[in-house]
């Protein structure tokens, strides 16, 4: 699984960052940050939810 | 012809009341079964819809066609929109793109990183306030923790200065006691508003970066925006926002923590399922329902079999989708070892709080400081209806008695 967020859309709700810690982390200003790209694991699945968590659609997970 | 709501021969009738301190209006749940869109008459018999269940309210608070702006025809509270220098700033009641710009300059304030940061305040401020309470085990909780709580913590995170902060107390206490006073009420908000106005000034006179108000400020001379009237919209919106709802999470969380000893016996033993309690507690009691969720069609939506047409009305039940049994298993029933997580107390899409990672930090601090500073704390009487705000916009507590052994 390979993860990406759309900074652009990011309105900084903290919701993937409080799903998958490990994932997701903040920038400078505060905004998201992907710390790693690459979950294995229990990070999958926190991932995952964090997909469905975030209210403005910014993180995105592709297969690979 | 006739366009009055129909639903068999009965009219929906809304908005309705609730009738228990814990539980949404009882018709939503027959609502919810009915239909995930309903028809419904407001105020005036005004048709519009209800969005009742959890999956179409994800889906249409994220839908680009639906507008919050009340100056619309067709938004629900059309008639109470505020117009020019009222309505600067108040960017709850904007649309992308001019909701975004408001956003973005507040990620660094009330993101994530932000909100923990906060936390060594937020904690101090929690005990200063325990620390005034009488020596005589009994208080009440709504006038001398949840308000003064989290007044100070708006004042602090704003960056009202010490030596107003006394002012700026009675302003808000006076909104806050004439909230439901249809006659006080404007006067009250003139005047916090007014002095919003010069404290705004001051900081645009002398920005300093050691408070919100300021690096606003700092930022308007760097780029010419937001304005004056802006910014003070900004504060205003805020202030407004973030301090009854945290006050009312306060005083009801802990109610149901105390009519559920043995789960409040559980997170006290073991303080890290604090957050799973707390997106439990906040989905349980949905304070802000319909109200937070005002909206209008822009363009047709379909709902299911339903068509919303542009220029209609919804209100999104926020309360109805949190008690959805389609997403939560036994939604009627408090378990604060359930995954909340998904719940709507914030709302979803581009309006969801801003102040989100603020309030669970406030809510966690706070409870943790009320139930360890307070042993033995109950309910000190039967709590009869006045406690509660049945007729308010936001559901919440008027006066909450507990004692304690000191
Ligand atoms: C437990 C406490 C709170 C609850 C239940 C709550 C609830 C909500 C809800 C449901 C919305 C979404 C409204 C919509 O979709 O139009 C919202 C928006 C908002 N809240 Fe909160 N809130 C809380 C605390 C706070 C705090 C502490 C602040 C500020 C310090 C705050 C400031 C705001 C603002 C400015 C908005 C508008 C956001 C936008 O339109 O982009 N709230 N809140
Ligand atoms: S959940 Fe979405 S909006 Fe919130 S911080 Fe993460 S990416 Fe940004």
Known sequence: MRVRVLRERCIGAGQCMRAAPEIFGSDESGGVRVESDAPVGDSEAEVLLAVQLCPVQAVLVADG | MNDTPRSGDETVRFPMARTCPFHPPPAYEELRRRSPAVRAAYVEDTPLWLITRHRGALQLLCDSRLSTDPRRVGHPFAAMAAHGRQRAGQFIDMDPPEHDYYRKILISEFGYRRARELRPVIERTAHEVLDEFAADGAADLVGQFG????????????????????????????????????????????????????????????????????????????????????????????????????????????????????????????????????????????????????????????????????????????????????????????????DARRHLAFGFGVHQCIGGNIARVELEVGYRALFDALPGLTVAAELDDSCFRYEARTFGMSRFPVRWQP
Request: glycine residues 6%.
């Open chain 2, 147 to 338: 308000y003064p709580f989290s007044t100070r913590v708006i004042c602090h995170l704003l960056g009202v200065p010490a030596e107003d902060s006394a002012y700026f107390h009675d302003c808000t206490r006076e909104m806050i006691d004439s909230f439901y006073d249809s006659e006080k009420l404007p006067l009250a908000r003139q005047k916090l508003f007014d002095y919003l106005d010069s404290l705004v000034g001051r900081s645009e006179r002398n920005p300093s970066t050691d408070t919100l108000i300021g690096r606003l400020a700092a930022r308007q001379r760097r780029t010419g925006r937001p304005d004056h009237d802006s910014l003070v919209g900004v504060v205003f919106l805020l202030l407004t926002a973030g301090h009854q709802t945290v006050a009312n999470m306060l005083s009801l969380g802990t109610y149901s923590l105390l009519r559920h000893p043995e789960q409040l016996a559980r997170v006290r033993a073991d303080p890290g399922l604090w957050p799973t309690a707390i997106e439990e507690l906040l989905r349980f009691h949905s304070i802000v329902d319909w109200v937070g969720f005002d909206r209008v069609a822009t363009e047709e939506i379909a709902v299911g079999e339903h068509t919303i047409a542009a220029g209609e009305g919804v209100f999104v039940l926020g309360a109805s989708a949190n008690r959805d049994p389609e997403a939560f298993l036994d939604p009627d029933v408090l378990d604060i070892h359930r």
